[in-house]
């Protein structure tokens, strides 16, 4: 089991210079000069050569590539050209607010998703499944900006049932940076009129975020619970006399499981990395907003570290994923 | 130990009392995505130039709209002499302004400041080196409260003064900025995002991507009228709509033109039109060979460019109509419009230029936005269209920013639509760029050598006399006007809607925004 953690280890590893090593040689491909971009229409041009020799970009292709790769290893991901500042430190910035947005539009998707597919197997073909499905349908297809500036006009703007953009009201006092994630900061500086405030602020983007993956994650519970409910052993066990709730939850559902644990790991990574249009229509300062910044003024050291970080962060979901099938399925077996 | 309870307890109360009272705190929406340091001395951004402004006093000052009257800052009085070889130019603080910190500012602060803006290097470092001339070790404390600063005889005194109100000449306080310094930095890292300055607030936090919270700075000689100022990122322009709407921002920059009209009609809010000194402009390649090099050619775009349908029309009145180089608001502003939108006069140069047929040709446009908040490309199909009626039949290719700027660079244009705003207020920030060949910038981009034009920019430079500066200046902007490679179509306004409850709010052309000035009524 060691052994084999270790390799999908090394493996994640490999993935993650392959990574480098592709965004390297496509930014070498755009014919856009960054110096002139991070500089902007007035700049000299002793300013670019000098910004040049300082980010090494007059240094030949591989030796650029080269020292990337050397300061990797010091788990260093060089400056940014638009920040001036080290990459790993925009990220340590702007990871946790993406982090706090995706678990709880992961959590969205759980609470909704699950038990909505449970629901329309067990009545399939009638009212509550073509419910289930006509939802998923409808939410899986909405774009996320229409959802959000629908769900902003009328929940906030008209109703004023929930707050606007942003992490916590203007007029509260943030609470003391410790994670990032203002939610859990504030809890833990025991701010509740904070800790409420963010929690509030995060319902609408993290439904939005949240509900194409609920759609998707309906739809296939209930494929899977489907494929489980026609099977034998569950003919048996309803024989046996056992209540729905003892058929769903202890027979058929962990079978269900496996697909739906493969589906879960690539939509929370999905969900890590997909946040761009959400995070700008809700102002909320994360990952998505920096990588796309970062690569509209050509700045490839961040949007190098952000893949790098995105595809480490894949890798490991999917290490995860693959150990739970030995939990869940005990004739999975690693060796 | 009840003590203790007791000053807990206030403390909780003090925070209350900032979290509801709304009148306290003034929040400010927009697009605050460029900022990434609020160092004085390295700042180069619009929003870290508006806070930056808010956090540091200068020696002097600008005050309002007004960019030609020079105003006491943290020097009281100040003189310029011609010395032997150089200018000498002399300050004389005013005592008891003090820091953040509570120390007071004195001419070494001054020195340490302007020496580590040199040192820094930072993207407005070539205002210091290379417009004013300033050296290393020109300048000088004479005693506690008296600064001499040399500039050399080739340079303007008047420009250095106008550099002077820009965020490079913010005064830090020299000893926590060296207490915070690493390895040599000159606490450049620790500036970034903090404050030590002796404006009317002082920096609480940043939250990168989210909001900066600026507090009244304790000390300073000029208390704010709001002691809270929150800046909010809302890059969204329907959501900032929305949130100036539900009372969450007070000042909301970024509307659309419809969100505007809108806003402008509804009596809980106003909109105020900021002027800029930025203007849109077509650049003509005038290298050997391109049509554009003959002046007929040149005269024939002019007349064949419709400004009034432009301004009223695509850019809802939110600009000013110019065809001169240098923006209203700057001494040498030259209001004349000779040009009116006439095919038929144009068509007639064009045949006399050898173009009978009309002339086709690249006009080279951004896929951003334009000066007045209007999508470049929408720009160009207007002039493409009023072109068109001349016989100029324009093939409009929409790039990317930095690839239109790389291409302009390198003179690989035939027409180009661009945008320019002096880099420090005064006349000479647009008459060498657009004038003089040498300066490698506008004029060169296009080919535009025209010696009388650039030894006239030289010289209107050095003028310390106003009203012959501004003769000079009125020389020069006809001579371009009529030889030039430009033809310029705008001057936009920047508007900004405001909640009716904002008193005192401005922001001045060159995009500083006093929020001390700024009261919230009930």
């Known amino acids: 089991m060691a052994a084999y953690v270790l390799k999908r280890l090394g493996y994640a590893l490999l993935v993650g210079l392959g990574i480098t090593f592709i965004t390297f040689f496509v930014s070498q491909v755009i014919p856009i000069d960054p110096a002139v971009a991070a500089l902007g229409e007035n700049a000299r041009e002793e300013q670019i050569r000098e910004f040049r020799e300082r980010y090494g970009l007059d240094k030949p292709l591989l030796v650029q590539y080269g020292l ?43 609470l909704l998703g699950l038990p909505a597919g449970v629901w329309a197997a067990l009545r399939q073909n009638r009212p509550p499944d073509l419910l289930v499905r006509l939802l998923a349908l409808l939410l899986g297809s909405t774009p996320v900006f229409f959802l959000a500036i629908l769900l902003l006009d009328l929940l906030h703007r008209r109703l004023g049932l929930l707050p606007g953009p942003g992490r916590l009201d203007p007029f509260l006092l943030p609470p003391p940076r410790v994670t990032g994630m203002v939610s859990l900061d504030a809890l833990l500086a025991g701010d509740w009129a904070a800790f409420r405030d963010a929690l509030a602020h995060l319902v609408l983007p993290a439904f939005v975020l949240g509900s194409a993956s609920a759609a998707l994650l309906a739809r296939m519970v209930r494929a899977a619970m489907l494929e489980v409910l026609s099977q034998d052993y569950i003919r048996t066990v309803w024989a046996k006399g056992l209540s729905e709730r003892q058929v769903v939850l202890r027979h058929a559902l962990k079978n269900a499981a496996l697909p739906v644990l493969t589906l879960l790991g690539g939509l929370l990574g999905g969900l890590l990395s997909g946040a761009v249009l959400t995070e700008t229509i809700f102002s909320w300062p994360g990952l998505g907003r920096y990588v796309t910044q970062s690569a509209t003024s050509l700045d490839f050291p961040a949007v190098m570290g952000v893949t790098l970080l995105v595809g480490v962060v894949y890798s490991l979901l999917n290490l995860l994923v693959d150990l739970l099938y030995a939990l869940l399925d005990p004739r999975i077996r690693y060796a | 130990m009840k003590r203790g309870f007791l000053g807990l307890a206030l403390t909780v109360l003090a925070a209350m009392g900032l979290a509801q009272d709304r009148t306290q705190v003034l929040v400010y929406g927009g697009d605050f995505t460029d900022l990434i340091t609020l160092d004085p001395q390295v700042v180069y951004e619009f929003s870290g130039v508006l806070i930056a402004d808010n956090l540091y006093e200068t020696l002097v000052r600008f005050e309002g709209n007004d960019l030609s009257t020079l105003r006491p800052g943290l020097a009281e009085s100040w003189k310029v002499d011609r010395g032997k070889e150089e200018w000498i130019l002399t300050f004389k603080l005013r005592k008891g302004s003090r820091f953040s910190t509570g120390r007071e500012v004195t001419a ?29 070790g020109a300048t000088k404390a004479l005693d506690p409260y008296t600064v001499e600063v040399r500039i050399p005889k080739t340079a303007s005194p008047q420009s250095f003064l106008s550099i002077l109100t820009f965020t490079i000449g913010g005064v830090v306080d020299s000893e926590e900025v060296q207490k915070n310094a690493k390895g040599g930095d000159y606490g450049k890292d620790f500036l970034s995002s903090n404050s030590a300055g002796s404006g009317p607030y002082r920096l609480v936090r940043w939250d990168r991507g989210s909001q900066v ?23 969204e322009p329907a959501v900032l709509r929305t949130a100036l709407e539900s009372g969450e921002v007070d000042i909301a920059e970024g509307l659309t033109p419809e969100a505007l009209k809108a806003i402008a009609a509804n009596p809980r809010f106003k909109v105020l039109r900021a002027e800029t000194l930025r203007l849109q402009y077509l650049g003509m390649n005038m290298k050997a060979g391109s049509p554009f090099a003959h002046p007929k050619v040149r005269e024939a775009v002019r007349y064949a460019v419709n400004q009034d349908e432009l301004i009223q029309g695509l850019l809802q009145g939110n600009a000013l109509k110019i065809q001169t180089f240098i923006p209203k608001g700057l001494l040498g502003y030259n209001p004349a ?120 920019a030289r010289q209107a430079a050095l003028e310390t006399d106003p009203k012959k500066r501004q003769a000079l200046y009125k020389v020069l902007t006809e001579r371009v006007l009529h030889q030039g490679p430009y033809a310029v179509l705008y001057q936009p306004a920047q508007p900004i809607a405001l909640s009716a409850k904002v008193e005192g709010f401005l922001k001045n052309p060159m995009m500083s925004s006093p929020l001390w000035l700024v009261e919230k009524r009930p």
Not at chain 2, 119 to 136: D, H, Q, V, W, Y
Not at chain 2, 361 to 376: A, N
Request: glycine letters at 6%; charged letters at 25%.
């Open chain 1, 68 to 110: 990337y790769l050397q300061r990797l290893f010091r788990l260093d991901l060089g400056r940014s050209l638009r920040t001036g500042r080290p990459v790993a430190e925009d990220l340590k910035e702007f990871f946790p607010a993406t982090l706090e947005l995706a678990l709880s539009a992961f959590l969205v998707a759980l």
């Open chain 2, 108 to 136: 070494k602060d001054v020195v340490f400041s302007f020496e580590r803006a040199l040192a820094l290097k930072g993207p407005g470092s070539f205002l210091f080196t290379e417009i004013a001339g300033l050296k290393p």
């Open chain 2, 213 to 235: 919270l600026l507090e009244a700075n304790p000390y300073a000689r000029v208390k704010p009228k709001t002691p809270r100022v929150i800046l909010r990122y809302i890059q």
């Open chain 2, 337 to 456: 419009t000779p040009y009116a939108y006439d095919p038929a006069r144009a068509r007639k140069l064009l045949a006399e230029a050898g173009y009978p047929q009309g002339l086709e040709f690249e006009l080279l446009v951004s896929t951003g936005i334009c000066g007045g908040g209007v999508p470049c490309p929408d720009v160009a199909a207007k002039l493409q269209a009023d072109m068109a009626k001349a016989g100029l039949r324009a093939r409009i290719r929409a790039i990317a920013n930095a690839e239109l700027l790389a291409t302009y660079r390198a003179q690989n244009h035939q027409m180009v639509l661009a945008g320019w705003s002096p880099d420090f207020p005064d006349p000479d920030g647009n008459a060498t760029p657009w004038a003089d060949y040498d300066a490698r910038s506008l004029a060169w981009r296009n080919s535009y050598q025209d010696e009388v034009a650039a030894k006239l």
